[in-house]
């Protein structure tokens, strides 16, 4: 299947501010490249990403407990990396756990050495095409996902290599839901509803429970309703209904539809003042916000809509995906044009990295 996007493109100069490379323990041979090529992680007070607009996008703000098990989590993926620079894992699991601490850059760079050597795996191209849109790089994210797809094409419940969460596992995601998912998020902020809401029908298809199907709903609405499928976006309302079987972590996703619905006012459905403190409020805050922002927009108030983007932006969890297509949004009235940022990756110096 191909898809035919318009890009219009326009130059601002942003730039990605990593800190030097650290050295490294005493490689083999053929680890000594990869491992002096590893970025430093500690990244604290740096740029870890920018804005559409070139503001930059610092340390996601977790509790010190949380940031303490992530550190010990990269720390070991790291490792095993070193040690395993021929087997693939190496390279998901280590670029998926700096993407998870929010260094994009890093895991760009590690997941694209995992490329070079291991070139048609699907779990290689979802991570990157991630941490590309996360890196509001959206054209390359879109590439990397068709990959990931072609990759997976024909194959039947592919889970992907790494291991998944108790909650991952009740969800059931599968390798496509997820290539299919994020992919119609990099269309939808490059203002291409008709390509957005193809991806997240496709979403449909590899949904065989409630979670899934009202996650994909709740992305499938918004685009149906920007691209003139009106009867298709309420056909969607109309199937949201509070008794369905959902579980906590998905349940944001149900209240935003009941939202849209008018089953739900929005004072019930969250408070727009109170900003989340870690990434699994900012998961429910961010999708639940984005809906008072859609239909604010639907129902064609520009201000309030804008000033619940801005709200949104405020936030300090830059790596959503409701905060990504919120901020995608306020850049698009404030009259913007998108363009695939050329990254490059400096020392807090200014010198390149080498």
């Known amino acids: 299947m191909k898809f035919n996007t318009v890009l219009v493109l326009m130059v601002f100069g942003s730039l990605f501010y990593l800190l030097g490379c650290k ?5 083999l041979p053929e680890q000594a490249q990869a491992a ?97 849109v996360q890196g509001r790089q959206f054209g390359s994210a879109v590439n990397d996902f068709w990959k990931a797809g072609k990759a997976v094409e024909g194959q039947k419940d592919v889970k992907g290599m790494l291991e ?40 449909g298809d590899f949904s065989n429970n409630s979670d899934l199907y009202c996650m994909a709903y709740y992305w499938q609405y918004q685009a149906y309703s920007r691209s003139g499928r009106a009867q298709d976006a309420k056909n969607i ?24 619905k008018g ?5 019930e459905l969250v408070n727009l003042d109170q900003l989340p403190t870690t990434s699994e409020e900012a998961m429910a805050w961010t999708v639940k916000a984005y809906a008072i922002a859609l239909k604010a927009e639907l129902a064609g108030t520009q201000d309030k809509q804008i000033r619940v983007l ?15 297509a919120a901020e995608a949004d306020l850049h698009r009235l404030k009259g913007f044009k998108y363009e695939e940022m050329k990254a490059k990756e400096l020392k807090s110096n200014g010198k390149r990295n080498q």
Not at 23 to 27: D, F, G, L, R, V
Not at 89 to 112: F, R
Not at 167 to 172: D, F, Q, Y
């Open 36 to 132: 002096q090529a590893i970025p430093d992680e500690n990244l604290s007070g740096s740029t870890y990403a920018v804005t559409l607009d070139g503001k930059p996008l610092k340390e996601l703000p977790e509790p010190d407990s949380i940031k303490a098990q992530n550190k010990a989590k990269l720390d070991a993926s790291r490792n095993f990396y070193l040690g395993h620079l021929d087997d693939v894992k190496s390279y998901v699991s280590y670029g998926a756990q700096n993407l998870k601490c929010g260094y994009v850059e890093n895991a760009i760079q590690v997941l694209s050495k995992g490329i070079e050597q291991f070139s048609n795996t699907a779990d290689l191209y979802l991570y990157r095409g991630i941490a590309f």
């Open 310 to 324: 801005e709200k949104i932006e405020s936030s300090p969890f830059w790596n959503q995906m409701a905060y990504i």
């Open 23 to 27: 050295s490294e323990p005493k490689a």
């Open 263 to 267: 089953s739900i006012k929005e004072s």
């Open 164 to 203: 998944k969460t108790e909650i991952e596992k009740k969800i059931n995601a599968g390798m496509h839901y997820e290539i299919y998912k994020w992919m119609g998020l990099a269309f939808q902020c490059q203002n291409d509803f008709p390509n957005a809401e193809k991806m997240f029908e496709v979403c």
């Open 237 to 260: 309302l109309e199937s949201a209904d509070p008794k369905m079987f959902i579980m906590p972590v998905t349940k944001p996703y149900l209240d935003a539809l009941l939202y849209l």
